[in-house]
């Protein structure tokens, strides 16, 4: 049953050939046996998903099921969830068992849908190849050896394996959408203020953005559906309607206009990632697309901004990890100054550091104008790029990331190489608008991901305009060799 | 050498609204430690903050009652640094784009002159815990019931020139804030709480001195305490040759001394900048309307008014208009008695006196304003004396009575205007002092001058008091010349 998409899933719990115990039962066994090499989940929480399945069946008896009720999903373990260990992947929050359930989980929960449980990923959300958490690397299902990407390594790898129908994950710099590319999944990263971020632990407060990690388009609709929304505990969330994702799935793509940015096709650009974008150019013009290059210019400032920008904003973040309140102390501090230094530092692992001191050092005084001010600027003329991008074409189509997953421990100790395997999906981040990722091919066996950006609000479009590519396609159907 | 005092004030001013800044947490003084910290207080992980906008509104109040520009563009911003009483890392304040831009305040010195004190700015920002060293064995305790209150930092220019400036300065601000009703100025509690910058310069200098700022001042009596301290400490060091060294200072009013806290150097770089969970606030035209409707008639105003309207003079209707419920309770007896003299006299004396002598505020006089007004009409229709009233006073003070009327029947104090019962009183003191009538009759205009009055206070004597004084004056001279 493992095969099925969530879609196929939902239909067969609400036709009751299948009931959610069952599946649980059935994902929770596959957990058992295949996640000792993928190392996906930090926390299984076994014995409340039977619980929630239990309840999901009473509920689709009774006859008031959702889309989502009964089906089992897993959570990036930076999700507060109620009860249940939130570590962010950190020997820091190793011990921290939230008292609060955050307004997405919460969200799946009154949906009916079962949560197996927390799913691993890069420390407090910092990385891209899920390498540097407490509880050790998560691998890619396509090959063991290699990475599944980051920070939502271990949701993209749970969805990839079969180890859950779908997933969430959160996407600060393109931590949804590079995964997504790594391991042929379809994910999606909402407009900023579309989801809600209370009880999603910040990493960069105005680039964080929580979405759908699963293996289709229309899997990526019904869960967004469920995410999505206004929610007056976060300030930055947008009080605006929430469309039915689904419904307009199946709208033509007649007459659409995509994009080509230049900047994303030149030097450095793997050319199996290439030549698979353009094969897709020609799927999009046979579903009656129009394709046109076109340009953004500041595309190359977006990585040096963010990473003056996240930091800055994650040094800050993190400064309630204190060892005062909740989680990691260390022993015997001689004094308040003892015991601030020794339990950040024994606490935090290497990555998390230096992004905290690359921060302080960019908002000391002094440096600020030169660092953050700069940076801010620069994000507003990246956003300009979009707008004036926009006007033109509907979305814009280009690579998720420069090459296929790398090996593990292959760019770990060049912090610049890694940073740079972000190149395609920060710049969205940083104007904020939504962006889809989905799978475009295979090279030697590792998928080539591709997305598709659009202007703020346009994730019913953007599904749509994925969903018709998959009908045309079978990238998405295919599933790792064991799995 | 003659100095010169330069000092400007930072008052933090907690804002009464039900609940904090950033979170739906209740802040009420006084409750068991770390009951009223929710989530957010406690700086959860994952939690954000929602601005209140009661606090909003407050700070609007403020700004338009001192004339100032309101930002209309409000940007918060996180002043970072660690301390165990702030749980987020960071105090959320705001920096760049403060609410309240520049205004101005009219203070009254002791001498009866108006002194204008410029505003500089004020800002909304959140409070932090309080960090606890008794009871807890070597270790401390943290509350963070005040984490995330509502403060309102109000920075003065350095324009006051004297510890009593300042400190009627900060008691303009005191009542300022209490007539809004934005901060209940309890200043034992800490609702409000006073910096204060200090520095001086030789007379006729026009750069400034090296300031030291002095922390949490907590009373008035130790804001002129404390400067006044440190003005002295800083002219000695000067002039034994030494510099003022620019740092931040404690008073301790046990030793009434200052000490050092920490120098510019040790000082924090807060890496202020925008906070990302904020957005900014924009402020309608529309709704600082709505505010400014919504502004009671403030103390200056109200100075004015007691002044043209009531004939009182500037120190009385400065002295009356100081809290709102002196100035409430003031007209509250003027318009019961018809009389803003006599209702100010009243008001500013006896009752004063009464209410310092019990350690009592004006809301809990045991004398009402309508008790106060009803006596004061006695004494304008002749019933009772002004000295008889003064014991009506303390009888109702002493909960004798309900009204002045039932004190005066019940112990028989309304005042004998019979001339006839009057001339008899008269007689008989007369016939007990035969020789002082003799004696008085014997002398000159200017010693007769001196003896009426001893008759007038046998005669007063023998009336109990009651009789009236302007009819026992009269007679007794008619009688006496006689």
Known sequence: MHEKTLAELSQALQNKTLSSVELTQHYLKRIEQLDGSLNSYITVTAESALEQAAAADARIAAGNATALTGIPLAHKDLFCTQGQRTSCGSKMLDNFISPYESTVTQRFLDAGAVSLGKTNLDEFAMGSSTESSFYGPTRNPWDTARVPGGSSGGSAAAVAGRLCAAATGTDTGGSIRQPAGFTALTGLKPTYGRVSRWGMVAYASSLDQGGPMARTAEDCALMLQVMAGFDAKDSTSVDQPVPDYSASLNDSLKGLRIGLPKEYFAAGLDAATSDAISAAVKQFQALGAE????????????????????????????????????????????????????????????????????????????????????????????????????????????????????????????????????????????????????????????????????????????????????????????????? | MQWEIVIGLEIHAQLTTASKIFSGSATTFGAEPNTQASLVDLGMPGTLPVLNAQAVRNAVKFGLAIDAEIGMTNVFARKNYFYPDLPKGYQTSQMDHPIVGKGYLDITLEDGTVKRVGVTRAHLEEDAGKSLHEDFHGMSGIDLNRAGTP????????????????????????????????????????????????????????????????????????????????????????????????????????????????????????????????????????????????????????????????????????????????????????????????????????????????????????????????????????????????????????????????????????????????????????????????????????????????????????????????????????????
């Open chain 1, 291 to 483: 394709v046109r290059e076109i340009s953004l210019p500041n595309a190359e400032l977006a990585i040096p901004a963010y990473y003056v920008i996240a930091p800055a904003e994650a040094s800050s973040n993190l400064s309630r990890f204190d060892g005062v309140r909740f989680g990691y102390r260390c022993d015997h501090p001689a004094d308040l100054t003892d015991l601030y230094k020794r339990s950040r530092a024994e606490g935090f692992g290497a990555e998390v550091k230096r992004r905290i001191m690359v921060g302080t050092y960019a908002l000391s005084a002094g440096y600020y104008d030169a660092y953050y001010l700069k940076a801010q600027k620069i994000r507003r003329l990246i956003k300009n790029d979009f707008m004036a991008a926009y006007e033109q074409v509907d979305v814009i189509l280009c690579p998720t990331s420069p090459t296929p997953a790398f090996k593990i421990g292959e760019k770990i100790d060049d912090p610049v190489s890694l940073y740079l395997t972000d190149i395609y999906t920060i710049t969205a981040n940083l104007a904020g608008v939504p962006g889809v990722a989905l799978p475009a091919g295979f090279a030697n066996g590792l998928p080539l991901g591709m997305q598709l950006l659009g202007p703020y609000f346009s994730e019913a479009r953007l599904l749509n305009i994925a969903h018709q590519y998959q009908q045309v396609t079978d990238w998405h159907q295919r599933a790792p060799a064991g799995y």
């Open chain 2, 151 to 482: 403060l309102l930092e109000i920075v003065s220019e350095p324009d006051m020139r004297s510890a009593k400036e300042a400190v009627a300065y900060a008691k303009t601000i005191h009542s300022l804030v209490r007539y809004l009703g934005i901060c209940d100025g309890n200043m034992a509690e800490g609702s409000l709480r006073c910096d204060c910058n200090v520095s001086v310069r030789p007379k006729g200098q026009t750069e400034f001195g090296t300031r030291c700022e002095i922390k949490n001042v907590n009373s008035f009596r130790f804001i002129e305490k404390a400067i006044n301290t440190e003005v002295q400490r800083q002219i000695e060091l000067i002039e034994d040759g030494g510099k003022v060294v620019q740092e931040t200072r404690l008073y301790d009013p046990n030793k009434d001394e200052t000490r050092s806290m920490r120098s510019k150097e040790e000082a924090n770089d807060y890496r202020y900048f925008p906070c990302p969970d904020l957005l900014p606030v924009v402020l309608e035209p529309s709704f600082i309307e709505e505010v400014r409707g919504e502004l009671p008639e403030l103390p200056q105003q109200k100075r004015e008014r007691f002044e043209s309207q009531f004939g009182l003079s500037t120190y009385d209707a400065s002295v009356l208009s100081a809290s709102r419920e002196l100035a409430d309770y003031f007209e509250q007896v003027q318009q019961t008695c018809g009389d803003a003299k006599l209702a100010a006299n009243w008001v500013m004396g006896e009752l004063s006196s009464l209410l310092n002598k019990e350690g009592l505020e004006i809301e809990q006089s045991p004398v009402s304003a309508a008790q106060l007004g009803g006596m004061i009409l006695r004494i304008k229709d002749n019933t009772i004396s002004g000295k008889i009233a003064k014991m009506v006073f303390e009888a109702l003070a002493a909960g004798e009575g309900d009204s002045a009327d039932a004190i005066i029947e019940a112990k028989g104090l309304k005042q004998v205007t019979d001339s006839g019962a009057i001339e008899a009183m008269l007689d008989e003191v007369l016939a007990a002092n035969a020789a002082q009538v003799e004696q008085y009759r014997a002398s000159d205009e200017a010693k007769r001058g001196k003896m009426f009055g001893f008759f007038v206070g046998q005669a007063m004597k023998a009336s109990k008091g009651k009789a009236n004084p302007q009819q026992v004056n009269e007679l007794l001279r008619k009688k006496l010349e006689g």
